[in-house]
């Protein structure tokens, strides 16, 4: 009996040093592991990195600023943006229908419903118009731009590549991200006039003077707290737009020589834009 206990102490003593033993190794090589791991490549297809500047993008983006646009001579966004962006396009097609009221703005020349555009990253609604007739994009219903107030922008973000595989078949030509003001104090207004003096070549007397589309712009801003640490912004602007006729007489006709009109029609436009934001902590935001 006393011979198996010791046996038994024996055998329980070797296997409690063994066991240490073990334990010390392990920590051992823990402290010796290194404290990086190399890896030879990592491809990122993706990104929502906020911070991210032009110099670090490999698409080609532009960033137009609210004051760039007011530069331009015009107080039609899609026109701003196509004296400011190349490839960008936003023609003015006549007796089309209702294109000739509601443009639309095309990039790299494909249809104007191929363009994306975004309000502060979120989708924007596509017009009820379908053009038709001999309008831009044919059979395609584009966004209005011009609905949205001057004073309601901060700057305009114009991605000129395809990006179908990241938002959709609606961004093969490329994406246009309108971000609103984020403004909870402070405000602004403009009060823009123009009109056309020109001469129209015609085939009968050689030329006539034009003094038309007289056009009256006033728009304003005003940023309001919400609640501790949100932001209320309203905007609005009013249009007032004389029509404009480019067209030759007919030689033929004697009583009515012009007997079409082309040129932009007469437009009476008023547009109330608000922005909206309210922190509700943790991360989430209210917004609208």
């Known amino acids: 009996m006393s011979l198996t206990a010791n046996t038994a102490r024996f055998r329980l003593t070797l296997f409690a040093a063994a066991s240490a033993s073990a334990l010390l190794a392990g920590a051992a090589n823990a402290q010796t592991a290194p404290d990086t791991t190399e890896i030879d490549e990592v491809v990122v297809t993706g990104t929502r990195v906020p911070n991210r500047s032009r110099l670090d993008t490999l698409s080609p983006v532009d960033v137009v600023t609210a004051q760039d646009l007011q530069t331009r001579g015009t107080t039609e966004l899609g026109a701003a943006l196509a004296a400011s962006i190349p490839s960008l396009t936003f023609q003015r097609p006549s007796v089309v229908d209702g294109t000739d009221s509601i443009r639309p703005a095309t990039l790299r020349g494909l249809s104007p419903d191929q363009t994306l555009v975004l309000v502060n990253g979120t989708r924007r609604h596509a017009s009820a118009l379908v053009n038709v007739n001999g309008s831009v994009g044919r059979g395609s219903a584009a966004v209005d731009l011009n609905t949205i107030p001057a004073g309601a922008l901060d700057r305009v973000e114009v991605l000129r590549d395809g990006a179908s595989a990241q938002y959709g078949s609606d961004a093969i030509a490329g994406v246009v991200n309108l971000r609103l003001r984020q403004a909870d104090h402070g405000g602004g207004a403009t009060l823009t006039l123009g009109q056309y003096y020109t001469t129209v070549d015609t085939a009968r007397t050689g030329g006539r003077d034009e003094e038309d589309g007289g056009t009256v712009t006033a728009s304003a801003w005003q940023g309001f707290g919400l609640g501790q640490d949100g932001y209320l912004t309203v905007s609005a602007e009013y249009l007032q737009r004389d029509a404009t006729n480019r067209a030759d007489v007919?030689?033929?006709?004697?009583?009515?020589?012009?007997?079409?009109?082309?040129?932009?029609?007469?437009?009476?436009?008023?547009?109330?834009?608000?922005?909206?934001?309210?922190?509700?902590g943790n991360g989430w935001d209210a917004y609208g």
């Open 250 to 280: 007919d030689p033929r006709v004697t009583p009515n020589a012009v007997t079409a009109r082309f040129g932009d029609p007469e437009v009476t436009q008023w547009t109330v834009f608000a922005n909206a934001g309210l922190p509700l």
